[in-house]
DNA sequence: CCGAAACCTGAGTATTGAGTCATGTTTCAT
DNA sequence: ATGAAACATGACTCAATACTCAGGTTTCGG
């Protein structure tokens, strides 16, 4: 339990059984770990929710540690493409925000245990979990210093600004789609897009 | 191991040896769980570092999550505090906002392990953990509602706001202050305020 | 300086759950 | 059709550690 990613991942399954197994064993992990916690679940119930034998789950993972990493990246696939997805034709950089931050709050309320697996990879395995912010700091980066270019927003330190941009996300997420079922998604984006937009400065002379 | 916050707290020692004793267990406990995280430190560990016996660690805490609880809110005294003074005579929201935001960042450099400790509780002790962000969304917002009244920020939806930009030095802190040691803080606390300030829409007409 | 309350101890108990393995079943290329 | 590789099983082992307790030591008000 030490140290993070060691050794090569274990070999693929070679059959269709073994592929259907081990995604039963994922999405039993996904349920498990995202709704008691990594440390209140146990191999033995991943298993037995997944309607498998405990050995079979060494199988397919070494540790616990390991399935939590492959949920991780499949929390990274699943909302990368989402947010693609959300933002593909919108006319600008400012209007991709809008829509982009949107896209994210519904995928967090309809996520909600990915949303809690990859807060927990934090400690369980950082490589990874900083992997996965780094991963989306770095295109979204690049969209930022696109639309600087195209003039669509004030210059200003990217870097800084991706990082910033992803906590408000991750915050007003936490807040208002994770821990606050009710409340509308809508007007919570639009609150949070025109403070991104205009900032706090009182507008006008 | 299953329930929050349950029963009333253990009763304060009587004596001065009591109170400095539970300090060392405090002291050790923040040092052990904020280095290799709540899972991997054990009562033992906590105890031989503190220089007690393992039964005296029962004498004022009830358990681990019990230690937990009682170090997030050691963060919150000491991080509302060290805010307190660094924007005590800011002559405006917007300087207290950039006083502030550096500040904290110099607070998570300096405090890495504190940092962590309350991260943890997120997953140990949600009620607690919520309560911890709960309470500073509260006073950031009446501050943001004063400043509003004042004129010296645009209006805006006080609430989201407060919690956007406590994602922001959130965020920004784990990604600056925490993962990056070397880094200036000044540089990062400016460009950050600058986005709070202005946000992405570009200047002039 | 006395004694009752407060504090301290650490070996021992009890539980938990990760990971193994010897044996059995299924798949699929030939 | 067949047999070798792949897959599956779950009772068992074994290490880890949270928490207890019976018996000691220290504190401090009167």
Chains 1, 2 share one sequence.
């Not at 400012?94 to 995928?107: S, T, Y």
């Amino acid at each position: 339990m030490s140290d993070a990613s060691s050794s090569p991942p274990l070999p693929a399954p070679k059959t269709r059984r073994g592929e259907r197994t081990r995604q039963k064993i994922l999405n039993a992990a996904q349920r498990e770990i995202g709704s008691k916690g990594f440390a209140e679940a146990s191999i033995s119930t991943i298993t037995a929710e997944a309607a498998v034998g405990q050995g079979t789950f060494y199988l397919y993972f070494r540790s616990k540690e390991d399935v939590l990493r492959e949920l991780v990246l499949r929390m990274g696939r699943r909302l990368r493409r989402h947010l693609t997805l959300a933002i593909a034709d919108a006319p600008n950089r400012l209007e991709a925000e809008r829509r982009g931050l949107r896209a994210f709050l519904e995928f967090v309320r309809a996520n909600t245990d990915l949303y809690r697996v990859v807060a927990e990879a934090q400690f369980v395995d950082p490589e990874v979990f900083q992997r996965y912010y780094q991963d989306f700091a770095a295109s979204y980066r690049a969209g930022l210093l696109a639309a600087e270019a195209r003039g669509e927003i004030a210059p200003g330190d990217a870097e800084v600004r991706a990082w910033a941009l992803m906590g408000i996300s991750d915050m007003v997420g936490r807040r208002f789609a994770l821990w606050d079922a009710n409340v509308s998604l809508r007007k919570i984006a639009e609150a949070a897009h025109a403070l991104i937009v205009e900032g706090l400065a009182p507008r006008g002379r």
